[in-house]
């Protein structure tokens, strides 16, 4: 094992701006510092807030990085006084857009409590039980068909491999046909990617793919709603709770919650797990020599080393403390689970990646509990583990050689592009 804990550049706090794109777009070392610092400062620090240039909506008051995990955990669990209902991500928004782009993730109880156990219903054990033989079919189909079309042994591994299969599993779970595979990536891929100049870089623009996207899902949910199929799009749309069903508007924004945050946060784990793989090839070696008793661990190892969503809002719905700290009513506070992930008071040797490490304490890659810990967290383990074992079976010795073409974005970890080859 790679012990791991790097010589990190020095940092001053005064010149620290979370707020600032350059800062995420620059090296990876610095944000590591960076993040370093502010969980070694006592209390917390506050940010002011930017937008979108021509976003028609001003900067919000600021907010205060919860960098440590322990700050983390407990802000995540305690909805009552730390609430999403005024908006999960960091600007100010009308809550109606809140809800258009966050759904359930921008609500409180009681809303928030029932759509969260509608579309449960379709994100039951028994439902992931039954999908686990869709998802190996699908990581042999996409293992096979990358042999096929590439017979130079190379391609690029995150729209062959790593995107493919959540977008094909979720697309066949929602009953989505194959021929609209492409556009539903391309809506994924724009809608996370703001601020990133392949993508994104305009207000107008993400706001018309949105619609493009919401106007797709209410007619795919009423069309289920009348004719059932056999797909979750038809159990949610057809789901009950006290005589309440979800409205075809309330599908088309969970819709899009639903398949950017099941195509992308996946997509990235298994990016990033097979890049620490190839860099770390003595784990890569132990997880393939007993792949069932190390599976586990791996894939947790794999979600707290990516992190692949770099944060979230909570605003304070009363004068409160976190650790100490006072935080007033109205006060924003923003949990940065990268930070959270890296925690030295948590994680022994926290720069290490380590598919032995214990499953407790937690990573928070799924966020840190509480109402709104991602529905979909099972389901993506059995991706990534799936996924990895059909490398494993076929293409043991599939390995990263190329440097990774990172997302310019402060919300996703993401990798746009990273080569990779096999013998």
Request: some cysteine; proline content about 5%; aromatic content about 10%.
């Amino acid at each position: 094992m790679t012990n791991a804990t790097p010589s990190l550049p020095e940092v001053q706090l005064d010149q620290i701006d979370l707020s600032d794109m350059e800062f995420w777009a620059g090296p990876r070392e610095v944000r590591e510092a960076t993040f370093k610092k502010l969980r070694d400062t006592d209390g917390l620090i506050h940010f002011e807030e930017r937008v979108l240039e021509d976003a028609p909506f001003p900067p919000g008051a600021g907010y205060y990085a919860l960098t440590r995990h322990e700050d983390i955990w407990a802000v995540s669990r305690n909805a009552k006084v730390f609430c999403s209902g005024q908006g999960s991500n960091i600007g100010d928004l009308p809550q109606e857009m809140n809800e258009f782009f966050g759904s359930m993730i921008s609500m409180d109880d009681p809303k928030h409590y029932r759509l969260r156990s509608i579309v449960s219903k379709g994100f039951t054990p028994k439902e992931i039980t039954r999908l686990h033989q869709l998802v190996v079919d699908k990581a042999v189909e996409i293992i096979g068909r990358i042999e096929e079309q590439f017979p130079e042994k190379s391609c690029d591994f995150v729209e062959h491999v790593a995107a493919a299969l959540p977008l094909e599993i979720i697309c066949d779970m929602m009953g989505i046909p194959s021929t609209d595979y492409a556009q539903i990536f391309k809506w994924t891929n724009t809608i996370l990617g703001v601020g990133d100049p392949d993508f994104v870089t305009s207000y107008d623009d993400l706001m018309a793919h949105a619609l493009e996207m919401f106007t797709y899902a209410q007619a795919l949910g009423e069309d289920r709603r009348a004719n059932p199929q056999d797909d979750i799009t038809s159990v949610m749309m057809n789901a009950e709770v006290d005589g309440e069903q979800l409205t075809p508007q309330e599908f088309g924004s969970f819709f899009i919650l639903l398949v950017v945050a099941g195509n992308e946060t996946t997509r990235n784990s298994i990016t990033h797990g097979m890049l620490a793989l190839t860099q770390h090839p003595e784990q890569r070696k132990l997880l393939y020599s007993d792949f069932d008793t190390h599976s586990k661990n791996a894939m947790e190892e794999i979600v707290r080393w990516a992190t692949p969503v770099i944060h979230f809002r909570r605003t304070a719905t009363e004068d409160t403390e976190v650790n100490g700290f006072p935080i007033k009513q109205g006060e924003k506070v923003v949990m940065f689970y990268n930070s959270g992930n890296r925690d030295e008071r948590v994680f022994e040797n926290p720069y290490t990646f380590d598919i032995t490490r214990d499953l407790q304490p937690t990573q928070i890659g799924f966020g840190a509990g509480g109402p709104h810990f991602c529905l979909g967290a099972n389901l993506a383990r059995v991706e990534m583990s799936v996924m990895f074992d059909e490398i494993r079976k076929r293409v043991p010795n599939m390995r990263m050689t190329g440097e990774p073409a990172y997302l310019q974005s402060n919300f996703i970890n993401g990798i746009k592009h990273l080569q990779c080859s096999w013998d």
